[in-house]
């Protein structure tokens, strides 16, 4: 089965948390299945919007909750009296990087981002370089914006055992060293970027692989067609569609190099899964994905060049490797259940105690 989006991920580790690190605070997880089932997804947005602006799930929340957190930007436009709404804003991508969602997905979006902002009592962002954002372009002073980390939703998996997944998993692969890439497959990756820099390795890496695993988005196409205009990587290069979390531990755990060459991310649970399984990372110069990393990683900036530079220096220095896997490692081990759960906590804590 393949994993849920960041979003969801996110969502979930939030929920986790606090069922793990805060038993005295009742949570109730509110999902919609029948919603979820309409289709196309622009018209269950739509529903959502109006049921939410209907005043009808505030007026029931006020005899159940003393707090509904929204964890995916959307914020009911009227808030009842007595009750406090808190949200979470993963990223700005609506504003920082237009062309990698869809019209009408981006202008929900802006409209959600902006609604969350004027009428939560508390708003979350994932990074402090999320929160940096959202103060500069919107005005609002950086200590109304709590940051709160997730810690990694997988555990490594040991070598060896990872290397027989992955033979046994994708033959096409086998023994072979890989980088790889784990996330959207879209435009705001950067992955024609990528594909550009792992042609340009010099020939004696002629062994090493390109796996990009995830879910196919805005600008696929573009990607599909790097990989096809060299006629030499299309046998190198491995698309990977629906994986699960076993299949990531074994290719995160298995890895020569995790390359993470965004344009634009607001935390990248990819990066911190990665670190957790002693992948040696090359990223991109990015503020979150350095906020992230913070020294655990290769930085470099996100052209062909410069991410070619970089797996080359990784590739070829097995210290270099044992080096990033090791400070990789140390740096997940400080994103924890109970961080989480605390940054939550303090935020609630700021508006629970409000009269409406």
Not at 43 to 70: C, E, K, N
Request: net charge positive; hydrophobic share 45%.
């Amino acid at each position: 089965m393949s994993r849920p989006t960041g979003i969801g991920r996110h969502s979930a580790a939030l929920l986790q948390a606090l069922e793990r690190c805060a038993p005295s605070v009742v949570v109730h997880h509110v999902e919609h299945p029948d919603l979820a089932r309409i289709r196309p997804r622009v018209l269950r947005r739509i529903m959502y919007l109006g049921w939410l602006a209907s005043g009808i799930p505030g007026r029931s929340q006020r005899r159940t909750f003393d707090l509904v957190h929204y964890t995916n930007y959307h914020v009911a436009p009227r808030k009842p009296r007595g009750l406090r709404y808190a949200a979470t804003i993963h990223d700005l991508v609506p504003f920082h990087a237009r062309g990698t969602k869809s019209r009408a997905y981006g202008a929900y979006l802006r409209r959600s981002i902006r609604q969350a902002l004027r009428v939560a009592d508390v708003v979350f962002a994932t990074s402090h370089s999320v929160r940096e954002e959202i103060t500069a372009a919107f005005g609002v002073h950086g200590d109304t914006i709590r940051v709160v980390y997730v810690p990694p939703g997988i555990t490594s998996m040991p070598a060896t055992d990872a290397r027989a997944y992955v033979r046994r998993a994708w033959p096409a692969i086998g023994d072979a060293p890989f980088v790889l890439f784990v996330g959207a497959l879209e435009r705001r990756k950067n992955l024609v970027g990528l594909v550009d820099a792992f042609a340009r390795l010099s020939p004696t890496h002629v062994d090493v692989q390109l796996v990009l695993a995830g879910r196919p988005g805005i600008g696929f196409d573009a990607i599909a067609d790097a990989i096809g205009r060299t006629h030499a990587l299309v046998s190198r290069v491995h698309v990977l569609m629906g994986c699960s979390d076993d299949d990531l531990r074994a290719l995160y755990s298995s890895c020569t190099v995790f390359a993470f060459p965004s344009l634009y991310e607001g935390y990248g649970i990819p990066l911190l899964e990665a670190m957790t399984c002693g992948a040696p990372i090359v990223a991109s110069d990015i503020p979150s994905s350095t906020e992230l990393t913070a020294g655990a990683a290769v930085v470099v900036q996100p052209a062909p060049e410069a991410l070619a530079d970089g797996m080359t220096r990784v590739l070829e220095s097995s210290a270099l490797r044992e080096g990033l896997a090791t400070a990789g490692r140390l740096r997940a081990a400080q994103f924890t259940s109970e961080q989480t759960a605390r940054q939550l906590l303090e935020g609630y804590r700021t508006v629970l105690g409000a009269t409406g």
